[in-house]
């Protein structure tokens, strides 16, 4: 009866144990992103949601993934990325001088950079933006296109509600910005206008954002973001978002 009762105990501690290190073993990836950028990534109350949450939360829970989201600065992002706060960052631009720290995915959607102004100090064409007041968001592609600008002034914002509360009193001339994102700010603020299109000549697009040396989870990334094209999954997020 001893020996029955010893064998018992080990085998329901091995089932126990085993229990356990089912849980431990659960894949979790900690995703990091700034939830200030409708419709990509925002707050809807305590809850984030937006385009860049629906695609990228979709590709690492079809890869097996728990996430596990954190809301932080933009300025933030990348420093949190290379000390390892967390694992991944929703999207960012590609640009050259961001492949020098980090890596990117394949782009999982292309936008256009907008140039928007005061109704009270109007500015004809996107060319009249030389030597201008241009605000834009600290650490963004709009910050690299507004320094491209002849001889504008470039006043940097850690957020964009602090450079559409200097355009609305016109402390500055004019802000550069997603074309996705022009819409939200335009449509509550009636003071502004679509003055245009700035190009992009360096790098378009958003993508995933991970630390140097993840070659292998990258292209797992990559064959989910193709099948989220193929599927037309991705289309029709971005109808949902940004409309046809």
Same mark, same amino acid.
């Given at each position: 009866?001893?020996?029955?009762?010893?064998?018992?105990?080990?085998?329901?501690?091995?089932?126990?144990?085993?229990?356990?290190?089912?849980?431990s073993?659960?894949?979790?990836?900690?995703?990091?992103?700034?939830?200030?950028?409708?419709?990509?990534?925002?707050?809807?109350?305590?809850?984030?949601?937006?385009?860049?949450?629906?695609?990228?939360?979709?590709?690492?829970? /079809?890869?097996?993934?728990?996430?596990?989201?954190?809301?932080? #600065? =933009?300025? +933030?992002? @990348?420093?949190? !990325?290379?000390?390892? %706060?967390?694992?991944?960052?929703?999207?960012?631009?590609?640009?050259?001088?961001?492949?020098?720290f980090?890596?990117?995915?394949?782009?999982?959607?292309v936008?256009?950079?907008?140039?928007?102004?005061?109704?009270s100090?109007?500015?004809?064409?996107?060319?009249?933006?030389?030597?201008k007041?241009?605000?834009?968001?600290?650490?963004?592609?709009?910050?690299?296109?507004?320094? /491209?600008?002849?001889?504008?002034?470039?006043?940097?914002?850690? #957020? =964009?509600? +602090?450079? @559409?509360?200097d !355009?609305?009193?016109? %402390?500055?001339?004019?802000?550069?910005?997603?074309?996705?994102?022009?819409?939200?700010?335009?449509?509550?603020?009636?003071?502004?206008?679509?003055?245009?299109?700035?190009?992009?000549?360096?790098?378009?697009g958003?993508?995933?954002?991970?630390?140097?040396?993840?070659?292998?989870?990258?292209?797992?990334?990559?064959?989910?973001?193709?099948?989220?094209?193929?599927?037309?999954?991705?289309?029709?997020?971005?109808?949902?978002?940004?409309?046809?």
């Amino acid at each position: 009866m001893k020996k029955f009762l010893l064998v018992l105990t080990i085998l329901l501690g091995m089932f126990l144990g085993g229990c356990g290190n089912s849980k431990s073993d659960e894949k979790v990836i900690k995703i990091g992103g700034n939830a200030e950028y409708k419709p990509y990534e925002y707050l809807e109350g305590n809850k984030v949601t937006g385009f860049s949450i629906d695609v990228v939360f979709k590709i690492f829970e /079809n890869l097996g993934y728990k996430v596990e989201y954190t809301n932080m #600065s =933009f300025e +933030g992002l @990348i420093p949190a !990325l290379e000390t390892g %706060k967390v694992d991944v960052l929703t999207g960012l631009t590609p640009t050259d001088e961001r492949k020098k720290f980090v890596d990117f995915s394949d782009k999982y959607y292309v936008g256009r950079q907008i140039a928007i102004a005061n109704k009270s100090n109007p500015i004809a064409t996107v060319e009249d933006l030389k030597n201008k007041r241009i605000g834009v968001q600290l650490g963004t592609l709009q910050e690299t296109l507004a320094k /491209n600008i002849e001889g504008a002034n470039v006043v940097l914002y850690n #957020s =964009f509600t +602090g450079a @559409i509360m200097d !355009l609305n009193s016109q %402390k500055i001339d004019a802000i550069i910005i997603s074309g996705e994102v022009k819409n939200e700010y335009l449509g509550n603020n009636p003071k502004l206008y679509e003055i245009g299109r700035v190009e992009d000549n360096e790098s378009k697009g958003i993508a995933i954002v991970f630390p140097k040396g993840q070659d292998e989870l990258i292209e797992k990334v990559n064959i989910e973001i193709q099948k989220m094209k193929n599927s037309g999954e991705l289309d029709q997020l971005i109808n949902k978002y940004f409309g046809e």
